[in-house]
């Protein structure tokens, strides 16, 4: 499976969207904004750049993205005035796979406009947005164009399902699974790790190139606690998938080899693992890295389970209809599996776990 031509968030504004099923992203982004504005300052204060190169990579298709992009101008905006300087123009990229409906982010763009010139007693900031599609596993932008990256729930994605998970006739080391769990053999953890550790270099040394010296990039991303890979986090809502597709061909709505061969292109990574592939790429220190937890909540009388269901739907549904075809009924998956997260709550809470590092270049 080509991962760069099929998986995308779910586009449009219906009801699987992404765009209606993001609040947990928005969420955590909301919960270190702080963090983000705080270091969006500080470079500008230290660069003072008459124009502001900022790229936002795996913007997605939702309103999230756009709504920080205002954030991220009033704050340069504000630290400028404090330092008596002039208010640059921002050069804004968001960036995602070729596949992500860029077209609603487009069609949103007229109100973005609106609301930056909103009660403004002042002349409202240049602010150029454009689409930037491709792999952030590789070259996106030009030699020292970029002073902020800012990337929320993207590097947790790896850029292919790791080849090691697959033997030399081509079937799977981890049938039954689509991710680690207790029952994988240890290879399944290991092919796994080696993967992050060969995309993140590569996303590092690739960003060292196009930030210039001293920029900085704000990464939020979904990880672990401890060196267990299988734990009541993000692993165990893989496990909870894993069950749901198991129903699935009990029902004979999908073939047994099919699931068997199914792996997400998904690492939660330790707090080490970051940190010691930061320090050996060796382009970026380290300034800031906080774990943080997200509490649940109920919307619209629906229950946790049904809203981590298609959450996790929006993000899935493109790789799950190519692997599984039009046989599968996702309408019937997703139930079982809002079901299964809510009877799991009631034996013990699931918090998975995120990251927000700080990273600046040398």
């Not at 270190?32 to 124009?51: A, C, F, N």
């Not at 968001?94 to 609301?115: C, E, M, W």
């Not at 990256?149 to 006739?169: F, T």
């Not at 039009?326 to 990251?355: A, Q, R, S, W």
Request: glycine share 8%.
């Amino acid at each position: 499976m080509d991962v760069e031509k099929v998986f995308h968030m779910t586009g449009g504004i219906g009801k699987t969207s992404y765009a209606q099923n993001s609040s947990l992203q928005k969420k955590a982004s909301d919960m270190v904004k702080h963090i983000t504005m705080e270091t969006i300052q500080q470079l500008y204060s230290e660069v003072t750049p008459r124009s502001i190169g900022i790229a936002d990579l795996g913007c997605s298709s939702g309103p999230n993205s756009l709504s920080l992009i205002k954030d991220m101008v009033q704050a340069v905006e504000g630290i400028s005035h404090q330092i008596s300087h002039p208010v640059p123009e921002f050069r804004v990229y968001l960036n995602d796979l070729p596949t992500n409906d860029f077209n609603s982010v487009f069609k949103s763009l007229p109100g973005f406009y609106r609301d930056l010139k909103k009660d403004r007693n002042r002349e409202c900031p240049t602010v150029f947005i454009a689409g930037y599609p491709g792999s952030f596993y590789g070259r996106l932008f030009p030699h020292d164009c970029l002073h902020f990256i800012y990337s929320s729930y993207s590097l947790h994605w790896l850029s292919k399902v790791p080849p090691a998970l697959y033997d030399e006739r081509g079937e799977s080391v981890n049938k039954g699974n689509v991710y680690i769990s207790e029952s994988s053999p240890p290879s399944v953890s290991q092919a796994y790790y080696n993967q992050f550790r060969e995309d993140f270099e590569l996303f590092l040394k690739s960003r060292s190139e196009e930030l210039v010296t001293g920029g900085r990039m704000v990464l939020i991303l979904l990880g672990r606690i401890g060196q267990d890979h299988v734990d009541r986090g993000n692993s165990f809502f893989w496990e909870i998938l894993s069950r749901s597709l198991a129903v699935s061909v009990s029902r004979g709505e999908i073939e047994r080899g099919n699931l068997d061969s199914y792996e997400v292109h998904f690492y939660a990574a330790s707090r080490n693992e970051i940190e010691d592939e930061v320090r050996r790429e060796g382009s970026f220190e380290t300034e800031r890295v906080e774990m943080f937890e997200i509490e649940r909540e109920v919307k619209n009388g629906e229950s946790y389970g049904t809203a981590v269901a298609m959450t996790v739907r929006a993000v899935q549904e493109s790789m799950l209809g190519d692997h599984f075809g039009n046989g599968i009924d996702l309408d019937n998956l997703f139930d079982n599996y809002g079901e299964m997260v809510d009877e799991e709550m009631v034996k013990e809470d699931i918090k998975p776990v995120t990251f927000v590092v700080v990273l600046k270049k040398l």
